[in-house]
């Protein structure tokens, strides 16, 4: 069964709204960052080929290949499954990164359908192909698919937001992050949005120190 879908700022706010009434210092945090983000995006094989390619590389970087994929035609399934070696290094893909590209080009997914999968199933059909891993798949099913109630709890931001926030003096394992996240449970996923949001207040005020 499919749960909530985010698809506009007020679903992001009734979720702050909801946080806030349940968690104090989801209540501190909200008050302090303001409006969250939607981050809605496209869902596709171009979204999932955009995170492999944003994988260990600057925001900058990661934008320059993307924008060479673009123009080569190659950021759809057909043009990225026939594509030569070659031609793939030509736009400044790794040849790990390549070999990824490719393997979800030819995985058969049908995006369509994944939309209508629950978010279990959602994580388990991505992380099945290779280049893939959770983080990449929750992150596609909360911005993508615009599911509510999905974490990415190996995210480092998250652990070290969390680690501020709740004034824990470790950042929580990814494991612990998991269990963590389950008392915001139906709205993880804005969860989540309040935390990224944090952890750009907290390092600014960091930073003036």
């Known amino acids: 069964m499919v749960g909530r879908i985010i698809q506009t700022d007020m679903c992001v706010s009734e979720g702050a709204e909801w946080l806030a009434s349940r968690d104090a210092r989801m209540a501190e945090a909200v008050a302090l960052c303001g409006p969250l983000p939607l981050r809605r995006q496209a869902d596709g094989f171009a979204a999932l080929l955009s995170a492999i390619v944003s994988q260990q590389v600057s925001v900058a970087s990661a934008r320059a290949i993307w924008s060479r994929l673009e123009a080569a035609g190659l950021t759809g399934a057909d043009a990225m499954a026939v594509a030569s070696d070659e031609t793939l290094r030509a736009v400044g893909l790794s040849r790990q990164k390549a070999r990824y590209g490719q393997a979800l080009a030819r995985a058969g997914i049908d995006f369509d359908a994944l939309r209508a999968l ?6 388990t059909t991505l992380v099945a192909v290779p280049g893939i891993g959770a983080w990449t798949a929750e992150i596609y099913a ?8 999905v974490f990415a709890p190996g995210d480092l931001a998250l652990q070290e937001a969390a680690r501020l926030l709740y004034g824990l003096e470790a950042r929580p394992t990814e494991k612990a992050l998991r269990v963590m996240a389950q008392t915001w449970m139906p709205w993880r996923s804005v969860a989540a949005r309040v935390l990224w949001a944090y952890y ?6 960091e930073g003036i120190r």
């Open 118 to 123: 629950p978010d279990a199933q959602v994580i």
């Open 142 to 149: 909360m911005f993508a698919l615009g599911r509510a109630d």
């Open 200 to 205: 750009r207040v907290a390092k600014e005020r």
